[in-house]
Every structure is written in structure tokens, then in C-alpha cells.
């Protein structure tokens, strides 16, 4: 109980600040949509090429492609969030104070995570919203809802567990500026490999196994068959992309977890939280 | 470990990993140390002395690599996080925990929740914290617009709000101005006095320690090198008080009969002084200045010496303590 308290204390934090600048909620908003605008041209420019590529998700790659980007964003925030709220803290001089309480990193880290979960929410939803009323993008009118739900928090949940693993490097490797390699490779590959922007069918069939090593595939996979098919869980496709992102969600949840936990110690037991070595 | 003593350290030794390198900094050797209850304890030391990292070992923030301990009757490696619930530590400087988005009163909320302060005494202790640190006038302020002063104090309500029964004090009057740190000096006599808290404070202001702390413990290079009253540190050194009393050419007599008294050192009279070495100058003056009017010397001016705790510091990390 006291975990939850400390985490929504941390989260309204996060509120706070944005009430303070609310400026960089619009700067946010703007810059999804420049991001999602950019890619919607290009993605128009190539369209007529790239329809006969897309059949088994209705040869659509305006639609293909914005669904792809919005979720990529989102992903991309979570993905990183750990480690960026580890750096600021420590380099913030807050960390050290952060563990002097119960649950303070913890809280804090799980705080700015619901915090950016709803904030991104709010945010790639306009995005989605304002493509699909006013651009065109065409989306199933038979969503299946609760399919949409699962690979959504799965996804998630398996950006913060990447995110998670990232952020013990803060400590294990001394990771203390600049970016770190994990979560750096997970986007690299996820941008490469994973279909966001293109089908994997163009990519050579010999490093078209890399994908099937990347959840943002399965989730791009999932997503796309879901919103833009209107396909559920009678799909055998949809289910086990869905199972599949469910076992990368806990999987890498668990070592997420575990992984800092025992960096947080190592620090513990070496130079702190608060120093850099 | 005594029933009256909060932390007991035995043979506490950290050593700090150095970049890049097998070796190893040891910012801890050895150290062994008792606090007790209710006391102001004083951790005297130059920069890198090893304070502070003596104070996070103590607060649960930091693992040592040899030695036992307790705090608060907390084993310092099992139970650490136990530890750190039920002590409060204030950072060298003021700024450290403090948000700059919320008011004054608005970062005593926050902390009053991420410290698990039961919601019906939040808004009470809140504003008791306000007085008592006379912060009231600022509660609306942001932290960037009041006083390096004002805002170590709103660190140190921010870690009187549970009133845990153990404060460290890290540096608590650096970077403050003269006005500031008198009045940072005059909180924690307070929250000592009225809370019964006992506070351990690291300092490397000789005069803020002989003006707080009952005990000391100087620190050089990892190690305690002396740990006892201001008192019995200034004894145990040697440094005795000494009067120079300005009077006429006392008889050999009178010079006898202050020699005789127990507690003088020295008695020598040299160009129209006399200079009276003795191990305790508030309890023994009258009697000196009584031998001497009994033996007709005719006294003009007297001057006391006492060491201060500098010099006691110098001679410490001089000599290798006592």
C-alpha cells in the first residue's frame, strides 16, 4: 500500500511539472504529430508501390505505416524511461535522497512510468484520432477491443522490462552518461528489423530471423492484424503473436526487475547510489 | 550493544572502487564508534576524512566491507532498508530532495506521503514542521526564491516530518551564510532539546562542533583518531587551560601555594605576569585569585586562555591522536 502511495506521489510529481511548463505538453503533442506527419508523406509517396507488399493487411501502407509509428513512439518512451529517470536523478543529486526512504527508487521509477504511460496514452491517441477523422487512415470498424488492450499493455510492459534491464547498467556497467547500449540496440533493431516503417518481407531472407528475436515484431504484427483487419483471437496469427508478446512482457519484466535489484545493491555495496565511480 | 546507545560501529572498514583501476580508495579504516541516545554527536574532519561515508554507512545508504554494526538495533548489512526507514539523513546541501516545482509546502506533502506518514496527521504535522522551523511565511514560496538558510531548512523539515528517533546532519551549515548557519545551529540544539532526537552531524567547522556536540570524534584519513568530550579531549591532550593574571611580584610563598593547588600544571611569574597553567579554569580561578589577594599580590587584569577545539584538532591529526 505504501509502494502504491509512494508511486502516485511520484506521479503527480510528473503533473506537477507539466503544470508548471505546460508548454512542453503542446511542444510533445506537436512533435508526435510532425514525427507521424513525416512518415504519412512518405508512406503517400510510396503507396501505390507498396500495396502489392501489404495484402494481409488490406495493401493499405498509409494505414500500415501510421499505426506502426504511433505505437513505435509510445514504445520508444517507455523504452527509455527508466534509465533516463535513473541519470537525471542521480545527476540531480535526488537519487541518493530517493533511497533514503522505503520504496524511493522504486516509487520513483514506477511513478514516472504510469505518469508516462497515461501521458504518452493521451498523446499517440490524438495522434491515431486525428489520423483516422481527418487523413484518412483507415482503421476496422469491428475492432476487437480487448485484443487491442492485451497486445497494447503487453507491449508496454515489455518496453519497460527492456527499459528496466537498461537502467541496471546505470550501475553495472557505470553507464552514467550519454546512452545506454542495451535499450540503444533494442531501438536499433526494432527500427531495422521489426517492420515498423516497412513489411519484413523486403528485408533478405536471411536476416529475416532477426525480427522473430524482436517483441516489437510480434507487436506490430498483432497490432496491425487487430486495428487495421479487425482480426481477434480466432486468428491463429493474432494468438500467438499475443502469446508471444505475453511471454516477452513477464519475461522480461521479471529480469527487468531481478536485474536492477541486484545493481541497486551492487551499488549498495560498492560506492552508493549518489557516486560516480 | 548498551541499551542507551542508538549505533555501535565495531571495526567498520569501506573501501571505494577507483575507475578504471584494481585498486581501491579506503575511505573507511577501522573505525569503531558508540552513539548514544539523545546525545549531539559531532564527526569533526577536513575534506575526505571520511564523514560522510561513515554517516551513510550508519544510515543503511552504503554496505561496509568489514566490521559489524548496529543502528538503532539494526544489523547494518541485514537490515538495512529497515535502517534507512527509521533514520533521517540531510544531504550537504539544501538543494538535494528539493523540488523546484512544488512550494515549500507542496514538497512537504510529497515527502509526507513518500515517507508513509498516516493521512490524518499529514496537514498537522505539515504545519507543525512550518513553525517550528519558522517556515510559515514561506510556505507558498518556491525553494529557488527563498534563502540558501531557509531551504536547508526545509531540507531538514522535510526529514523531521516522521521524527525518526536518529537525524544525520551532513554539513548542515555549508555554503550558509554567517546568519544562516547561526540559525541552522540554533534548529538542531532545538530539535535535540524538544524532540529528543539525537543527531549526528559531520562538520568540518571546528567552533559549530565545540558550540553543539557533547561528544566528538575527530576523523583523518578513514580512521578516528580521538572520540570523547570536547573536555576530556583537551585532558587527554594536554592542552591545558591557562590564566595570565597582570599583578605585582608575587612572594615565593603565594607562588607555593598555588602550586599546591591539585589541579595546576605550571606557576612561573616573567615580566609583571604570571601565567598559571591548570586542567579546569571555570571551577579553579577563584581560588587562585583568592590565594593571591590572601597573600597581599596586587592583581590589575586577568586574561584566560582556553584551547579551542582547533587546537585540539591540529594536534590530533598532528600527532595521530591520543
Known amino acids: 500500500m505504501m509502494f502504491i502511495k509512494s508511486t502516485l506521489s511520484f506521479a503527480k510529481l510528473e503533473y506537477r511539472a507539466l503544470r508548471f511548463y505546460p508548454s512542453n505538453f503542446f511542444l510533445s503533442v506537436i512533435q508526435s504529430f510532425v514525427t507521424a506527419g513525416m512518415w504519412f508523406f512518405v508512406s503517400m509517396f510510396l503507396k501505390d508501390y507498396a500495396a502489392a507488399s501489404l495484402s494481409g493487411y488490406g495493401g493499405d501502407f498509409v494505414s500500415y505505416m501510421v499505426i506502426g509509428v504511433v505505437f513505435f513512439q509510445n514504445s520508444a518512451a517507455i523504452l527509455t524511461l527508466p534509465f533516463g529517470s535513473i541519470n537525471t536523478a542521480f545527476w540531480d543529486k535526488r537519487l541518493e535522497v530517493y533511497n533514503s526512504s522505503s520504496y524511493g527508487i522504486w516509487a520513483f521509477i514506477s511513478g514516472r512510468f504510469l505518469w508516462t504511460f497515461f501521458y504518452q496514452l493521451v498523446i499517440q491517441a490524438a495522434v491515431l484520432i486525428v489520423a483516422v477523422l481527418m487523413v484518412g487512415v483507415k482503421v476496422s470498424a469491428e475492432l476487437p477491443v480487448l485484443p487491442l488492450i492485451a497486445f497494447y499493455l503487453c507491449f508496454i510492459f515489455t518496453c519497460f522490462g527492456f ?20 535499450t540503444w540496440l533494442v531501438d536499433v533493431l526494432a527500427r531495422i528489423f521489426s517492420g515498423i516503417y516497412y513489411p519484413l518481407a523486403i528485408l533478405p531472407i536471411g536476416i529475416q530471423f ?39 512482457a513477464v519475461f522480461s519484466m521479471l529480469i527487468g526487475i531481478w536485474l536492477l535489484h541486484r545493481a541497486l545493491q551492487r551499488a549498495h555495496k560498492g560506492n552508493g547510489v549518489g557516486m560516480v565511480v | 550493544m548498551a541499551i ?18 584494481r585498486e581501491r580508495f579506503t575511505a573507511l579504516d577501522d573505525v569503531s564508534l558508540s552513539i548514544r541516545k539523545g546525545e549531539i554527536f559531532g564527526l569533526l574532519g577536513s575534506n575526505g576524512a571520511g564523514k560522510t561515508t561513515l554517516i551513510k554507512v550508519m544510515s543503511g545508504l552504503l554496505q561496509a566491507d568489514e566490521g559489524t554494526g548496529e543502528t538503532l538495533g539494526y544489523d547494518i548489512y541485514k537490515d538495512h532498508k529497515k535502517i534507512r526507514a527509521t533514520v533521517s539523513l540531510v544531504a550537504p546541501t539544501a538543494d538535494v530532495g528539493t523540488d523546484n516545482n512544488l512550494t515549500v509546502r507542496q514538497n512537504l506533502e510529497f515527502w509526507a506521503v513518500v515517507y508513509d506518514l498516516e493521512r490524518e496527521k ?57 546568519k544562516s548557519a547561526a540559525a541552522v545551529r540554533e534548529l538542531v540544539k532545538k530539535i535535540n532539546l524538544e524532540f529528543g532526537i539525537t543527531v549526528i552531524m559531520t562538520t568540518h567547522y571546528i567552533y559549530e562542533a565545540e558550540e553543539l556536540c557533547e561528544r566528538v570524534a575527530i576523523m583523518h584519513k578513514g580512521k578516528i583518531v580521538s572520540c570523547d568530550t570536547v573536555a576530556n579531549l583537551r585532558r587527554n591532550l594536554q592542552r591545558y587551560d591557562e590564566i595570565v593574571i597582570t599583578c605585582d611580584q608575587p612572594t615565593t610563598e603565594a607562588l607555593n601555594a598555588i602550586t599546591a593547588i591539585p589541579v595546576i600544571v605550571s606557576c612561573e611569574y616573567a ?12 571551577s ?23 584551547p579551542t577545539l582547533e587546537d585540539i584538532f591540529v594536534d590530533t591529526i598532528s600527532g595521530g591522536g591520543v
Open chain 1, 163 to 182: 527499459g528496466l534491464i537498461g537502467a541496471s547498467n546505470f550501475f553495472t556497467l557505470e553507464v552514467k552518461q550519454g546512452r545506454e547500449p542495451f
Open chain 2, 122 to 178: 499529514r496537514e498537522e504535522r505539515i504545519d507543525e514542521m512550518l513553525d517550528f522551523l519558522e517556515l510559515r511565511q514561506y510556505e507558498n514560496h518556491w525553494p529557488m526564491s527563498i534563502s540558501a538558510g531557509n531551504r536547508q531548512k526545509l531540507a531538514i523539515a522535510r526529514s523531521l516530518l516522521v521524527k525518526n528517533p536518529v537525524v544525520f546532519l551532513d554539513e548542515p551549515t555549508v555554503k550558509l551564510d554567517a
Open chain 1, 210 to 248: 532477426i525480427s522473430r528475436l524482436i517483441p516489437h515484431t510480434y507487436a506490430m504484427e498483432g497490432l496491425r492484424l487487430v486495428m487495421l483487419n479487425g482480426q481477434g483471437l480466432e486468428n491463429a496469427t493474432v494468438r500467438n503473436d499475443l502469446l508471444v508478446m505475453l511471454g516477452f
Open chain 2, 284 to 306: 579553579n580561578l577563584l581560588e587562585i585569585l583568592k590565594v593571591l589577594r590572601g597573600h597581599g599580590v596586587s592583581i590589575t587584569e586577568v586574561a584566560t586562555n582556553e
Open chain 2, 271 to 282: 615580566d609583571g605576569k604570571l601565567t598559571v597553567g591548570l586542567e579546569n579554569i571555570r
Open chain 2, 4 to 21: 542507551e546507545n542508538v549505533i555501535e560501529m565495531r571495526n567498520i572498514t569501506k573501501r571505494y572502487k577507483i575507475r578504471k583501476s
